[in-house]
């Protein structure tokens, strides 16, 4: 934090040029943010890292890129992408993710590993390794003040916040959402108190899924991609939710300052750098964070 | 007994040997290929299996060690002094990820992933490297053959080297106790070991990545760092039995078969159900081939 402003006052008569920086790394931020919900809801409670979690979302916006593409508007595709996954997550929690949480943390992640490479090499054979993009009348530049962001970011921001806010609300108040964060915390004790775990799990990993639909459409509609860019989300993701753990507060301030670090990275050296900095920024927190823990 | 082992493992031997004399082509190119990867799934079970934890990040050696054999053959220098260049550097490069590697359990999978994009992105931004584009480099004579024997010759370093280390007298306190705490505690250096091994593992891909790179006329940041070769030799040793000996060996053979006759079925779809078989791989047999194996020969004791 401190380097951050030691820089930005150094930077100052480009002042303006950091403004608009922190702003795009925000708005970046707040939507790595909403994607990472996700993959920290499914480690919370069912304690599987989800490595598919960057296909996943890639899949979500293949989803929402072939609704939209027969003519759907992008809202409606999002709903479209999100009901799609929501049935998804429920195939693949009874199949695949419930026998994996019987096996261990570390085993079940090379489920998930399995998983994130069956399904891009499913995504290359289906439709192809072409680069894709959700073009919608909503692409645009807004200047305000001197300062330019693509109206496509705000809307990911607002629509991220949105949705944060009501998984926040879910989360807080209605039972089932108290149900799951009191599974994410001791699962056992949950059980005894007469709580049916297996359901709460469920319900969890569905919202997950619902998350990552959204986050998926977002993106087709955002970024380009293709079968394979979802190990970079993944990372993002990990990286956040690793920072964050799994207040959504956060979780919300993690994304957002990986997406300022990132801008800066970008502005800085070069965008091409961009994935490999995210890369080796994961692995030093990774490393921070073994230092700190105990053996 | 055991002089039947050895002759088996002789006769095996002196098979693998003199085929290139008996036949060329696809079969050869088989043979290859098995036996890089159980050079790559003998070296990744080195550390994996003494450590407990796996590494999903060493074909980030294997990149290095092709790309420094690319660069040095590509400039007009000797390639076989390349390759063993390319074993050097990523040894230096072990080096400077060893705290990476120090990680445990999932923090380890996760890190050791994210480090094959990084490195894939760090190569992709190196002009003399040929970035994105890659290099192409000149055909060597007789290209098949040679690096058949070549890694042939990794092959029987690898087996000789694991046969050590797991005879020695570290070796045998840590599989013993099965517990590294209370190896140290009776005074095995384990951190040392521990070490020196994932350093070995390291020259070992580095090196077989170097021959590898002298059998192809093209190399790019996306096939040499290609997560295959961090996740294959992982996914071999897994199937074969984590920890043994000849588990990775097995583990090869059939992963490297059915993936070849899976590509001769349809061209892609051998990934897809690689990763289908490896979700029902973990499902079913978390410890591998070879201890369900022993277990089943002790069943019929």
């Known amino acids: 934090m401190l380097l951050f402003i030691i820089v930005a006052y150094l930077l100052f008569p480009i002042s303006n040029s950091i403004i608009q920086l922190l702003l795009l790394g925000a708005l970046v931020g707040g939507f790595y943010a909403l994607i990472a ?13 989800n490595v598919a979690h960057g296909a996943l979302c890639i899949l979500a916006a293949y989803f929402c890129y072939w609704v939209w593409i027969f003519g759907a508007d992008l809202i409606l595709s999002m709903f479209f992408t999100m009901v799609l996954m929501l049935i998804l997550g429920l195939a693949l929690y009874l199949t695949i993710y419930r026998k994996a949480m019987k096996v261990g943390i570390d085993p079940s992640l090379f489920v998930s590993f ?7 090499a499913l995504m290359s054979l ?28 705000l809307l990911d921001m607002t629509l991220a916040t949105a949705v944060l806010c ?31 775990v297996k359901f709460i799990q469920s319900v969890a990993f569905i919202l997950a899924f619902a998350m990552i639909g959204i986050s998926g459409s977002l993106l087709a509609a955002t970024y380009a991609f293709d079968p394979f860019s979802g190990s970079i989300y993944l990372i993002r993701s990990l990286i956040v939710a690793t920072l964050a753990g799994d207040k959504l507060i956060y979780l919300t301030f993690g994304g957002i300052m990986l997406g300022c670090g990132e801008v800066f990275v970008s502005y800085f050296f070069g965008g091409a750098y961009r994935n490999a900095a995210t890369s080796f920024l994961f692995i030093m927190i990774l490393l921070i964070r073994g230092l700190r823990s105990s053996r | 007994m055991a002089g039947k082992k050895l002759a088996i493992i002789i006769l095996i031997n002196l098979f693998i040997a003199t085929f290139p004399v008996l036949s060329t082509g696809y079969i050869i190119y088989l043979l290859y290929r098995t036996i890089t990867f159980i050079v790559l799934a003998v070296a990744w079970n080195m550390v994996s299996g003494m450590t407990g934890h796996v590494s999903l990040g060493h074909g980030v050696f294997w990149g290095v060690g092709s790309y420094i054999t690319a660069f040095i053959w590509f400039n007009g220098l000797n390639p076989f002094f390349g390759v063993l260049l ?27 992933l994210s480090l094959n994009f990084g490195m894939l992105s760090i190569y992709v931004n190196l002009k003399e490297f040929g970035g994105a584009g890659g290099l192409h480099l000149p055909i060597l004579q007789h290209a098949d053959i040679v690096t058949y024997y070549l890694m042939y010759i990794l092959a029987l370093c690898v087996l000789t080297s694991t046969f050590k280390i797991v005879h020695s007298r570290y070796g045998f306190a840590i599989k013993a106790l099965s517990d590294e705490e209370a190896a140290e505690i009776i005074g095995v250096d384990t951190f040392k070991i521990k070490t020196g091994v994932f350093l070995l593992s390291a020259l070992f891909f580095g090196l077989a990545g170097g021959v590898n790179a002298l059998n192809t006329v093209f190399i790019s940041p996306y096939t040499a760092f290609d997560i295959t070769w961090s996740v294959y030799p992982v996914f071999m040793g897994i199937l074969g039995g984590v920890g043994t000996l000849f588990g990775p060996i097995i583990g090869a053979i059939i992963m490297t078969l059915t993936t070849e006759i899976l590509s001769l079925m349809a061209t892609g779809i051998d990934r897809f159900l ?3 078989m490896l979700i029902i791989l973990i499902l079913c047999l978390p410890e591998g081939v070879v201890p369900r194996i022993r277990k089943y020969l002790l069943k019929q004791k």
């Open chain 1, 166 to 196: 009501a998984l926040y609300l879910f989360l807080k108040k209605t039972l089932v959402g108290k149900a799951i964060r009191a599974c994410a915390q001791d699962w056992e004790a949950i059980s005894l108190m007469g709580i049916n």
């Open chain 2, 274 to 276: 690689y990763g289908v």
């Open chain 2, 86 to 112: 390319g074993g050097f550097i990523a040894i230096m490069v072990a080096i400077t990820l060893i705290p990476v590697f120090r990680l445990k359990g999932a923090y380890l999978a996760i890190g050791t």
């Open chain 1, 126 to 153: 289906l439709w192809g390794a072409d680069i894709r993009g959700v073009q919608s009348s909503y692409i645009k530049l807004l200047n305000l003040g001197g300062i330019s962001i693509p109206f496509m970011l």
């Open chain 1, 114 to 120: 399995g998983l994130s490479i069956a399904l891009e």
């Open chain 1, 37 to 49: 919900t996700g993959l920290s809801l499914i480690f919370g409670v069912l304690k599987v890292i």
